[in-house]
């Protein structure tokens, strides 16, 4: 279930503590990276969120994790507050407004722009400047590779999508002879 104006307060909150710092953007990364983790382990996610581990446990737990992915004391202290308020559910959406907060700081705007085949620096760069004339804001790109597209791109600004792949164009032709017969 989406909390994202409670977990958009979260990020607020975390921004203004390291702000001061001009810790956005590597703060964005730890988060991202945390979240990653918590989506991507079930044992994780499930050791945090289970009430029958007291909670000096899941904190302990928590630690270690933090202390390996070598997260600051500010995104630690996010997360025990997650914790410690039952709300660790959270972390993807904090992590997703936290990015936002950053990027609207700094003037940027992510970019997924989904290809058959990985781009090459070249491509990546010429991509990169034709996005940031388009939007009039400097670009993070996130390439992403699905062969399914089959050619062409997909590209996605926030909640638009601009979908230029061969895989939708055949089944835009398709439709178009299916529906003239």
């Given at each position: 279930?989406k909390q994202?104006s409670?977990?958009a ?7 203004e503590?390291v702000?001061?710092?001009n810790l956005l953007?590597?703060t ?15 044992e994780?996610?499930d050791f945090?969120l289970?009430?029958?581990y ?10 270690e994790?933090a202390?390996l992915?070598r997260a600051?004391?500010?995104?630690m ?6 914790l410690?308020n039952?709300?660790m559910?959270?972390?993807p959406e904090v992590s997703?407004?936290f990015?936002k907060?950053e990027?609207?700081?700094?003037g940027?705007v992510?970019?997924e ?8 620096s ?7 400047a034709?996005?940031e004339?388009?939007?009039?804001r400097?670009?993070?790109?996130m390439?992403?590779?699905d062969?399914?597209?089959l ?6 600004i926030?909640?638009?999508v ?15 002879l299916?529906?003239?017969?």
């Amino acid at each position: 279930m989406k909390q994202t104006s409670l977990a958009a307060r979260y990020a607020r909150a975390l921004a203004e503590v390291v702000r001061e710092n001009n810790l956005l953007e590597a703060t964005a990364q730890e988060l991202e990276a945390l979240s990653r983790l918590y989506l991507g382990s079930k044992e994780f996610r499930d050791f945090l969120l289970n009430p029958a581990y007291p909670t000096p446990i899941r904190k302990k737990g928590l630690a270690e994790v933090a202390k390996l992915t070598r997260a600051s004391q500010p995104a630690m202290r996010l997360l025990e507050i997650l914790l410690v308020n039952g709300r660790m559910e959270l972390l993807p959406e904090v992590s997703e407004s936290f990015r936002k907060i950053e990027e609207d700081t700094r003037g940027r705007v992510s970019v997924e722009l989904t290809t058959a085949r990985p781009l090459d620096s070249g491509q990546h760069k010429q991509v990169e400047a034709s996005l940031e004339r388009f939007t009039g804001r400097k670009v993070r790109l996130m390439p992403r590779v699905d062969p399914a597209v089959l050619g062409g791109a997909r590209t996605r600004i926030g909640t638009v999508v601009y979908d230029g792949t061969v895989a939708t164009l055949l089944e835009k032709l398709k439709q178009q002879l299916l529906g003239e017969r």
